[in-house]
């Protein structure tokens, strides 16, 4: 079954009994600059009885974010950014910010930008992506990232992979996903994405979800399922 999205803190259910109301008021006022996003699902695998919950802290707000003194491109992305959205850093590799949506917002994400409304980084012209690609004979690894491409209708998916599939020097294609220990659902509920991923993925080519367990309680049987299927 598909969860609930849930994308303001005040939507959880008994948010207002599971913390005292000073600290959601403190929560709240972080979410306004750092959105928050998640899922019943998700959320269902907090203890909040501990402050500390390792699940929590993923995926909770932290009054520590408000201390702003970091840099929001901590990894110096710009200086690779080589068309809106394309990222050209190591030789054989190039990135493609396919997505800003992501199945829920990691507090720690070092591309925490992506998710203020000042400036939309996502690659929104995948034809000129694709010339710069076709121009790059060393490029043999395509990264999709984000965001969260899984978090693309599978037909959006589909059309971008069957034209990078097209170039034939690429040879390995990359998703960048945290759907699997975030939002299995999405991958279990949607037979169409096995096929993409079954059709396109091939000894010549392969395609490689690249995912992210932050911690063992994420691995529940539905996303081991989940991780199964793919
Ligand atoms: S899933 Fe990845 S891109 Fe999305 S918030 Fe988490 S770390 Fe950032």
């Known amino acids: 079954m598909i969860p609930r999205i849930i994308n303001r803190l005040n939507q959880i259910e008994d948010w207002e009994y ?4 000073k600290e959601r008021e403190e929560l709240e006022r972080v979410e306004r600059i750092f959105p928050f996003r998640s899922n019943e699902y998700y959320l269902s695998l907090i203890n909040w009885e501990d402050r500390e919950d390792p699940i929590r802290r993923i995926v909770i707000p932290n009054p520590n974010e408000l201390e702003l003194s970091g840099r ?3 990894s110096s992305e710009k200086s690779y950014t080589r068309l809106p959205g394309l990222q050209h850093k190591y030789h054989q590799t190039t990135l ?3 997505s800003d949506v992501c199945a829920g917002i990691c507090r720690f994400c070092f591309r925490k930008r992506l998710f203020l409304l000042n400036e939309r980084e996502v690659a929104v012209d995948l034809d000129a992506c694709l010339a710069y690609i076709r121009a790059h004979p060393e490029i043999t690894d395509v990264l999709l990232s984000g965001g969260d491409p899984l978090m693309l209708p599978t037909p959006a998916l589909e059309h971008a ?3 990078i599939r097209e170039i034939e020097h690429v040879r390995i294609i990359r998703i960048g996903s945290k759907v699997p220990a975030y939002y299995p659902q999405r991958i279990l509920e949607d037979p169409e994405l096995l096929d993409l991923i079954q059709r396109y993925s091939t000894a010549e080519g392969r395609i490689y979800v690249m995912t992210q367990f ?3 309680r994420e691995l529940t049987s539905v996303a081991k399922k989940a991780i199964d299927e793919l």
């Open 18 to 21: 599971l913390l005292p109301a």
């Open 96 to 98: 493609i910010l396919f």
């Open 161 to 163: 992979i069957g034209r």
């Open 214 to 216: 932050n911690h063992p």
């Open 72 to 74: 929001l491109d901590p």
